[in-house]
C-alpha cells in the first residue's frame, strides 16, 4: 500500500512544468535541464522514476556542441535506467550532421556522440 504522500509525490513528479494541478500525458525534461545541475535530480522528477515500472522512451533530444556534456550524462543516465531514445536531429536544428540537405553527412560533435552511443550499443549486442 502507497502512503498518501508517496502518492502525492508521485504525482507532482508527473505535472506539467508551468501548471501545479494539470498532470501532463508525456513527461517533461526542460524543467531546469539546462540551466543548473544536478540534471539527474530533474530528470529522476521528471521521468526517471517511471523506468522503474514501465517502459520509458526518451525522443526528439540532441544538441549543440556547448551541450556535450549534458549529452553525455544524458546517455549515460538512460543506460543506466534502461531508458530507450532517439535522437533529434539529423536535417533539422540542432543538426546531428553538418548538412543533411546539402548531402553533407558529417557528423557535427553532438552527432559524433550519438553515433558513438548507437556503435557501442550495436556492439553489445554481438558481444
Given at each position: 500500500m ?25 513527461p ?70 553538418v ?29
Amino acid at each position: 500500500m502507497t502512503s498518501a504522500a508517496s502518492r502525492s509525490s508521485t504525482r507532482a513528479a508527473c505535472r506539467s512544468p508551468t501548471s501545479s494541478t494539470t498532470p501532463t500525458s508525456t513527461p517533461w525534461t526542460r524543467t531546469r535541464t539546462f540551466l543548473f545541475e544536478p540534471w539527474e535530480a530533474d530528470w529522476h522528477r521528471a521521468f526517471g522514476h517511471l523506468a522503474t515500472r514501465v517502459p520509458v522512451f526518451a525522443g526528439e533530444w540532441g544538441g549543440t556542441t556547448d551541450d556535450l556534456l549534458w549529452g553525455q550524462r544524458l546517455l549515460a543516465y538512460f543506460e543506466m535506467h534502461n531508458i530507450g531514445w532517439t535522437a533529434w536531429s539529423w536535417a533539422d536544428w540542432p543538426h546531428l550532421v553538418v548538412s543533411a540537405r546539402d548531402g553533407d553527412w558529417t557528423p557535427t560533435p553532438f552527432g559524433e556522440l550519438v553515433r558513438g552511443a548507437l556503435g557501442a550499443y550495436f556492439r553489445s549486442l554481438s558481444a
